[in-house]
């Protein structure tokens, strides 16, 4: 994906703290209008030798770096103020021009009042020298004199907890040992000004709590100002009253710390155009109340547990079958969801050299007649067989699937669900497969997983192409000799030939290309091919949508089911692509009130709270 990261100041909050009404404390910290300028090489020179010809001939060259353009902001006394921006943003090169490490290119900093700056702890000590000796070398680099540590020497080592190693040379330290010993150092003090940077995520938990509420003393008691850098959004939310947000040296919020971290849990580090993102702010803050009844989640540790969670929201009956796929492969467990439609069978997910504890455990549940392996033992080892048969408790039989290339499982699929589905009591009807078959290439994941309701349901079968405009014989002999009314073609030319479509249409196979702009134009197009009143495609609706994401679709891998089931369709979403986002709101827009219910698949890491709460919001406003 290309970066595409905004540095514009957003609409909101002003990004002048100067422009909003003084409220008589004292400004601890002037930053106005700063800009950092490094320059770098723009060749490497080995040696004194060729850096003094380059200069000669008035050929050394550098480049600028811009780490901060115009920045500005106060902070007044006693406000915990704190700097978010994703790496290489120029928080800490901000912090080094407030300690006074380094001087702006441009603008000015001026300072009320002594600091003790936590930029880089550890720095100023000498590791072949014990702790002792270095709480006092450290101690006098950052200006106190040793009458002052000795008399304060018991405090730092009791809050550091190294009496027992005072005498242990430091290079035998742990990092987090050394963070309690500089940490405790830089706080003996009372300072006017505290600077913090990143040092919070240093050490273990508890010491973690311990400093910050060591802070927290510095700050109610008295009143201390504080500066903090850290990427942890909760952190700074919670210890600081007011926030800047820094991206790539440039301010893009500035504004109370609730404001400003809310903002940046959604926008922060994201690739889109600025129409995005305003689309996707503008929805952040949109007064909508959304009720919990519009939103579920289904989610667990891994996809293998998301798979089991699935099968238990399909309620399926012990006794039957069910179709064991390899969780590591997208195309095989896509191309499962016909089969699961045809025997009405769930899906569940496995590793290649074992069954997880948690399929294991849905297995046993489900105790089936027959387990379905799909793919060869090149796929799923003959010890995925053993362990499912283990883990069922009565004697199931297992049946594989052969095949090691997509299109070999696909096409193995196909028959075996030709040749095994039987129908139930005598007089019914034996289930087959619908009329429409879909083929397409393997790495087509998202625009398959669009079409799992339809799969399901229809009982489409899925192939695969072997490469790219290539169809191997017994695949192709399928589909050129009447095999299926029609199919749908995922792809360009270039991955299904016209070629071969024309000796398809010439047995009297339709086709048609369902091919997007993109994944989530594709989604688009799929959903509304689904859903149009065309025949073939009643049953399937959007009044539930499956959120899911495209970059890490694993939880949806074996959704086939459960789409079919509760008449949902999916939509794609990818929540670092702002374009993503606000396509989705577009998409939920124009459909006018039609989505009642939102799924969302996977943990907070895919979707986050806010997240959720932005496309529930389009959907209330939808309506």
Same mark, same amino acid.
């Given at each position: 994906?290309?970066?595409?990261?905004?540095?514009?100041?957003?609409?909101?909050?002003?990004?002048?703290?100067?422009?909003?009404?003084?409220?008589?404390?004292?400004?601890?910290?002037?930053?106005?209008?700063?800009?950092?300028?490094?320059?770098?090489?723009?060749?490497?020179?080995?040696?004194?030798?060729?850096?003094?010809?380059?200069?000669?001939?008035?050929?050394?060259?550098?480049?600028?770096?811009?780490?901060?353009?115009?920045?500005?902001?106060?902070?007044?006394?006693?406000?915990?103020?704190?700097?978010?921006?994703?790496?290489?943003?120029?928080?800490?090169?901000?912090?080094?021009?407030?300690?006074?490490?380094?001087?702006?290119?441009?603008?000015?900093?001026?300072?009320?009042?002594?600091?003790?700056?936590?930029?880089?702890?550890?720095?100023?000590?000498?590791?072949?020298?014990?702790?002792?000796?270095?709480?006092?070398?450290?101690?006098?680099?950052?200006?106190?004199?040793?009458?002052?540590?000795?008399? @304060?020497?018991?405090?730092?080592?009791?809050?550091?907890?190294?009496?027992?190693?005072?005498?242990?040379?430091?290079?035998?330290?742990?990092?987090?040992?050394?963070?309690?010993?500089?940490?405790?150092?830089?706080?003996?003090?009372?300072?006017?000004?505290?600077?913090?940077?990143?040092?919070?995520?240093?050490?273990?938990?508890?010491?973690?709590?311990?400093?910050?509420?060591?802070?927290?003393?510095?700050?109610?008691?008295?009143?201390?100002?504080?500066?903090?850098?850290?990427?942890?959004?909760?952190?700074?939310?919670?210890?600081?009253?007011?926030?800047?947000?820094?991206?790539?040296?440039?301010?893009?919020?500035?504004?109370?710390?609730?404001?400003?971290?809310?903002?940046?849990?959604?926008?922060?580090?994201?690739?889109?155009?600025?129409?995005?993102?305003?689309?996707?702010?503008?929805?952040?803050?949109?007064?909508?109340?959304?009720?919990?009844?519009?939103?579920?989640?289904?989610?667990?540790?891994?996809?293998?547990?998301?798979?089991?969670?699935?099968?238990?929201?399909?309620?399926?009956?012990?006794?039957?079958?069910?179709?064991?796929?390899?969780?590591?492969?997208?195309?095989?467990?896509?191309?499962?969801?016909?089969?699961?439609?045809?025997?009405?069978?769930?899906?569940?997910?496995?590793?290649?050299?074992?069954?997880?504890?948690?399929?294991?455990?849905?297995?046993?549940?489900?105790?089936?007649?027959?387990?379905?392996?799909?793919?060869?033992?090149?796929?799923?080892?003959?010890?995925?067989?053993?362990?499912?048969?283990?883990?069922?408790?009565?004697?199931?039989?297992?049946?594989?699937?052969?095949?090691?290339?997509?299109?070999?499982?696909?096409?193995?699929?196909?028959?075996?669900?030709?040749?095994?589905?039987?129908?139930?009591?005598?007089?019914?009807?034996?289930?087959?497969?619908?009329?429409?078959?879909?083929?397409?290439?393997?790495?087509?994941?998202?625009?398959?997983?669009?079409?799992?309701?339809?799969?399901?349901?229809?009982?489409?079968?899925?192939?695969?192409?072997?490469?790219?405009?290539?169809?191997?014989?017994?695949?192709?002999?399928?589909?050129?000799?009447?095999?299926?009314?029609?199919?749908?073609?995922?792809?360009?030319?270039?991955?299904?030939?016209?070629?071969?479509?024309?000796?398809?249409?010439?047995?009297?196979?339709?086709?048609?290309?369902?091919?997007?702009?993109?994944?989530? @134009?594709?989604?688009?197009?799929?959903?509304?091919?689904?859903?149009?009143?065309?025949?073939?495609?009643?049953?399937?609706?959007?009044?539930?949508?499956?959120?899911?994401?495209?970059?890490?679709?694993?939880?949806?891998?074996?959704?086939?089911?459960?789409?079919?089931?509760?008449?949902?369709?999916?939509?794609?979403?990818?929540?670092?692509?702002?374009?993503?986002?606000?396509?989705?709101?577009?998409?939920?827009?124009?459909?006018?009130?039609?989505?009642?219910?939102?799924?969302?698949?996977?943990?907070?890491?895919?979707?986050?709270?806010?997240?959720?709460?932005?496309?529930?919001?389009?959907?209330?406003?939808?309506?």
């Amino acid at each position: 994906m290309p970066e595409n990261v905004n540095v514009t100041p957003l609409a909101g909050p002003s990004a002048d703290t100067k422009a909003q009404p003084a409220d008589g404390r004292p400004v601890m910290v002037s930053v106005d209008h700063v800009s950092m300028v490094f320059n770098m090489a723009s060749e490497q020179l080995n040696s004194l030798k060729e850096y003094a010809i380059a200069i000669a001939r008035r050929e050394l060259m550098f480049k600028e770096f811009r780490a901060l353009d115009d920045v500005s902001f106060e902070v007044r006394k006693g406000d915990v103020f704190g700097i978010l921006g994703t790496n290489g943003s120029g928080k800490s090169t901000m912090l080094k021009i407030v300690a006074g490490v380094l001087e702006p290119t441009e603008g000015s900093c001026v300072i009320n009042g002594n600091i003790a700056p936590l930029i880089e702890l550890g720095a100023g000590f000498d590791f072949e020298l014990t702790a002792r000796e270095n709480i006092y070398l450290n101690g006098a680099l950052l200006g106190y004199s040793k009458s002052f540590i000795r008399q @304060h020497f018991d405090e730092i080592v009791e809050f550091a907890e190294i009496d027992k190693f005072l005498d242990m040379p430091m290079k035998n330290y742990s990092s987090g040992m050394v963070a309690r010993i500089a940490f405790a150092i830089a706080t003996v003090i009372v300072p006017e000004i505290l600077i913090v940077d990143e040092v919070l995520s240093v050490g273990d938990f508890m010491f973690q709590q311990k400093c910050e509420r060591r802070i927290m003393t510095l700050i109610k008691e008295h009143d201390v100002t504080v500066l903090i850098v850290s990427h942890n959004n909760d952190q700074i939310e919670r210890l600081c009253n007011k926030a800047i947000w820094i991206e790539k040296g440039h301010t893009r919020m500035i504004g109370s710390a609730e404001d400003v971290c809310r903002t940046y849990r959604v926008l922060g580090g994201h690739v889109g155009s600025p129409e995005a993102e305003q689309r996707v702010f503008a929805m952040l803050n949109e007064q909508v109340s959304v009720p919990e009844r519009l939103t579920d989640t289904i989610s667990a540790e891994s996809r293998y547990g998301t798979a089991a969670k699935l099968v238990e929201e399909c309620g399926y009956d012990e006794g039957g079958t069910v179709i064991l796929a390899p969780g590591e492969l997208a195309s095989p467990c896509l191309a499962s969801a016909g089969l699961s439609g045809l025997l009405d069978a769930p899906v569940l997910l496995t590793r290649e050299d074992g069954v997880p504890d948690i399929t294991a455990q849905e297995l046993k549940r489900l105790a089936p007649r027959m387990i379905v392996l799909v793919g060869g033992e090149g796929v799923l080892s003959s010890e995925v067989a053993r362990q499912a048969a283990r883990a069922c408790a009565s004697n199931a039989d297992i049946v594989r699937i052969e095949g090691q290339a997509p299109c070999d499982i696909a096409r193995e699929l196909y028959r075996f669900g030709k040749e095994r589905a039987t129908g139930g009591a005598a007089g019914e009807s034996s289930p087959t497969w619908g009329d429409t078959a879909i083929i397409t290439y393997d790495g087509c994941t998202g625009d398959l997983i669009s079409f799992l309701p339809y799969t399901f349901r229809k009982k489409t079968p899925t192939f695969f192409v072997r490469e790219h405009g290539v169809v191997d014989e017994q695949t192709a002999d399928i589909l050129r000799f009447g095999a299926f009314k029609h199919l749908l073609v995922l792809g360009g030319e270039v991955h299904v030939p016209e070629a071969f479509l024309a000796e398809c249409a010439a047995a009297g196979t339709t086709f048609e290309r369902v091919c997007g702009n993109g994944p989530y @134009h594709a989604n688009e197009l799929i959903n509304d091919l689904m859903t149009s009143d065309r025949p073939g495609f009643d049953g399937i609706s959007i009044d539930r949508l499956i959120v899911t994401s495209v970059w890490n679709p694993f939880d949806a891998f074996a959704a086939g089911a459960y789409a079919g089931k509760t008449h949902s369709a999916f939509l794609l979403e990818d929540t670092q692509d702002l374009d993503s986002v606000a396509h989705a709101l577009d998409y939920i827009k124009r459909r006018r009130g039609a989505v009642k219910h939102l799924t969302f698949l996977g943990d907070d890491i895919r979707f986050g709270k806010l997240d959720k709460e932005i496309l529930a919001k389009a959907v209330m406003l939808a309506e």
